[in-house]
């Protein structure tokens, strides 16, 4: 909870991090020549104006969907090597475009892309659910990202239990043949019931377990709570609302139920470990204003009154560390206008604590059943939006597969006019963490940097000070050059460069300060 409690502390977190560097920003290699040490910067910075271009901190995320295959693996019955070479395709068409996070859903129906002792295998790596693959891909997969200087966030569906509406050829553990009370049918597919402490308390206990056992950053929800509506069809909870209803009306309780779920999450999360944080993708109306005047001026489908998604019970209650609407719309769309909705989000966060990315339809780039998505430019246009609302701290996109297409050269002009420098991921107190000491030791031989490693620290910064000397390296990322997961960078050109240590969750050391290049 980010509201009404005080921040939480916790200790130095991560052993010295001392893997190979990999370099987001220009590198290149260069002999060495020399060595030279230099004592770590103690004077402060002349104060830099911030350059809007080049955010310090900003989140730049991709989702990477596993269901029905939609981007990784890109069919079912890859062996591992091939599952793991598709997997690092991605992350490294990631990281050439200096994007620092990966959304991958670890749980896309009451099955696991890990080794689970809660629910079977998912058929997605294998063809059948439930058939063991013969390895764990979730440490590799979380390992890959880490040494990339990417976060990890788990994505988990809560409710969907299977694509199938028939428990029958289910395997015989899976939860929904162990409990089919648990279970309703819906538009063809088999759904856990919201309104049942039961699934409340297994979903909970499979995220407790996968935060417990696995180095993940982030637990991470997308927008299905409810079923979105199917014609014709009745979502039947009548006996759990009779049960569980307590006077209330259908909508209120079906509502709360997704409220006691992500309270309950937020509190588990946290719990289990601190720094992983805990934050969900809405979909992108909350409400329209002709239902409700706090509402958007907007005239499409409702979470609220659709799905019984109430994202902005979750940021007044700070049950959640960041909201991630899905503004899947262009700019200028007639029902639901980009910027429009993007001051909705703004407004909402305001205040509170509680982050706000913009989940970005790159999928959508390219379409002709709209004019806008056509133009190449449409995408860096709405991350230039999101730059100008300061309550923005950043964008993740839909999905991977068009990540690595890069559908009409839009994520290639998105890199060079937006992502051209790395950039830290923003800062959130109450997860905690703290500064690492700044790296000591640091040397360079020729363009070669290298230091010892910190304590406390998953990777470092390279900043390269201006011949102007003005070091602004606190205020933005012009000069940042590279975030590094060991002790060494090979810089491009001589220069005087800084280098600072990170924890996990980038709190950042003061800079070690070397001149590089000189013979």
């Not at 063991?132 to 966030?153: N, T």
């Not at 909870?237 to 309780?253: I, P, V």
């Not at 800084?498 to 300060?513: F, G, I, Q, Y």
Request: charged content about 25%; proline content about 7%.
């Amino acid at each position: 909870m980010r509201t009404g409690r005080p921040l939480l502390a916790v200790a130095v977190l991560a052993a010295a991090t001392t893997g190979a560097a990999y370099a987001f920003g220009p590198a290149g290699e260069a002999p060495a020549a020399s060595e030279q040490q230099t004592a770590i910067a103690t004077s402060a910075p002349a104060a830099c104006k911030a350059d809007p271009r080049h955010p310090k901190r900003e989140l730049r995320g991709v989702w990477i969907a596993t269901t029905t295959n939609i981007d990784w693996p890109s069919r079912p019955g890859l062996s591992p090597a091939r599952q793991r070479t598709e997997y690092t395709k991605i992350l490294d068409s990631a990281a050439k475009r200096n994007l620092n996070a990966v959304f991958l859903q670890v749980r896309p129906a009451s099955d696991a892309l890990y080794k689970s002792s809660l629910e079977p295998w998912s058929q997605y790596l294998t063809g059948t659910e439930g058939k063991d693959p013969g390895w764990d891909p979730l440490p590799f997969l979380i390992g890959e990202a880490h040494k990339r200087g990417m976060e990890f966030h788990a994505w988990f569906n809560p409710y969907r239990a299977s694509y199938r509406d028939s428990t029958a050829k289910l395997p015989a553990a899976h939860p929904a043949r162990r409990h089919p009370n648990w279970t309703i049918k819906y538009g063809g597919r088999l759904y856990y019931n919201p309104g049942l402490p039961a699934v409340r308390e297994h979903v909970t206990k499979v995220i407790t377990d996968v935060v417990s056992r696995y180095d993940v950053d982030g637990v991470h929800f997308d927008d299905y709570f409810y079923p979105y509506p199917v014609a014709g069809a009745k979502f039947d909870d009548s006996a759990a609302f009779k049960r569980y209803g307590k006077g209330e009306r259908l909508a209120e309780w079906r509502r709360d139920n997704v409220n006691t779920l992500v309270a309950q999450v937020d509190e588990a999360v946290h719990a289990a470990k601190n720094h992983v944080k805990f934050g969900i993708s809405p979909f992108g109306i909350w409400r329209n204003k002709s239902n409700d005047p706090s509402g958007s001026s907007t005239s499409g489908m409702s979470a609220y009154d659709s799905i019984y998604a109430d994202a902005r019970a979750w940021i007044k209650a700070g049950t959640v560390d960041y909201v991630l609407p899905q503004l899947y719309w262009p700019r200028g769309h007639r029902l639901a206008d980009y910027d429009t909705l993007l001051r909705w989000w703004a407004g909402e966060v305001k205040g509170t604590g509680v982050q706000l990315y913009i989940g970005q339809g790159l999928y959508r780039v390219g379409a002709t059943d709209d004019r806008a998505w056509t133009r190449p430019g449409e995408l860096a246009a709405e991350v230039t939006a999101n730059r100008a609302r300061k309550q923005v701290d950043g964008e993740v996109f839909f999905s991977a597969k068009n990540l690595v297409a890069n559908p009409l050269g839009a994520v290639d002009r998105l890199a060079r006019t937006h992502y051209e420098r790395p950039a830290l991921v923003p800062l959130m107190e109450e997860r905690g963490g703290r500064a690492p000491d700044a790296p000591s030791g640091l040397r360079a031989a020729g363009n070669r940097l290298s230091w010892t490693p910190s304590a406390g620290a998953r990777a470092y910064a390279v900043y390269r000070v201006p011949k102007s000397g003005k070091d602004c390296h606190t205020t933005d990322a012009r000069d940042l050059m590279a975030v590094v997961t060991g002790p060494s960078y090979t810089a491009k050109s001589a220069g005087t460069y800084l280098v600072t240590a990170l924890d996990r969750l980038h709190n950042e050391s003061p800079p070690a300060k070397v001149r590089a290049g000189e013979s």
